[in-house]
């Protein structure tokens, strides 16, 4: 599996635009890109995927270049309640996988400031 | 819908103890995950079900360790003999298994587990 490494932390301040970027030089070719988010207290819970160029939805918007050895989580204007755990993985999983284990690092931890 | 349960929210047990982590999936979910979370790290893999067959268990530490899900929905995980290093957040998490889309993993509360 791809080895990650992300920022440990990460402050902004409300209204902000917040880019993460992921590092993940050894993907391989049927890898996917995906983000979960993790709030204290609770268990993470699924962002946004991708495998290649730009994926956007209602929370984030997800860029990954041409040769896919890095990948950026873009949050829009964020507020206090983004504060959270954002993991960035990689690995074969979806679109129909059995390879249903996840492997999560660290995380980036992002804190919002007012 | 009811989203992932766990029962019970926290367990303290003393040393020596077994414990029965329980996770009641989403309705309908075919795979079923273990995790175990410590603190300031991301959850670390256990092992996971797709219905009642155990798919991987390479995650377990060692053979104190095991899981069951027998009629393919709830999901027991087993820690024999507890260690204080076991003391963690155990996490479950579900997954509806289909062809084409995302198999999204929606993890429930977890249980507190701390060993004394």
């Known amino acids: 599996l791809a080895k990650t490494t992300q920022p440990i932390s990460m402050d902004s301040y409300e209204g902000q635009e917040v880019n993460i970027t992921c590092s993940h030089n050894n993907i391989a070719t049927n890898d996917y890109i995906t983000w979960y988010q993790q709030f204290p207290s609770q268990g993470p819970r699924f962002i946004i995927q991708g495998y290649k160029t730009k994926v956007t939805n209602e929370v984030a918007s997800l860029f990954i270049p041409a040769d896919r ?36 690092g660290r995380g980036t931890q992002l804190t919002v400031w007012p | ?41 991301g959850p670390e893999f256990l092992t996971y079900f797709n219905y009642e067959a155990q798919q991987d268990k390479s995650g377990l ?56």
């Open chain 1, 69 to 104: 050895k890095s990948s950026t989580l873009s949050l829009p204007r964020v507020s206090l309640s983004d504060t959270a755990v954002y993991y960035c993985l990689v690995g074969v999983e979806g679109r129909g996988s059995t390879l249903g284990r996840l492997y999560f």
């Open chain 2, 1 to 41: 819908g009811a989203g992932v349960s766990q029962s019970p929210r926290y367990k303290v047990t003393k040393r020596g103890q077994d414990v029965a982590l329980r996770c009641d999936p989403i309705s309908g979910h075919v795979s079923l995950y273990w995790y175990r979370q410590a603190l300031g790290q």
């Open chain 2, 61 to 116: 530490p060692n053979d104190r360790f095991s899981a069951e899900r027998p009629e393919g929905s709830i999901s027991t995980l087993t820690i024999q003999r507890t260690e204080q290093r076991d003391s963690a957040m155990y996490r479950c998490a579900s997954s509806l298994t289909s062809g084409d889309s995302y198999n999204e993993q929606f993890f429930g509360p977890g249980t507190r587990l701390t060993v004394l």
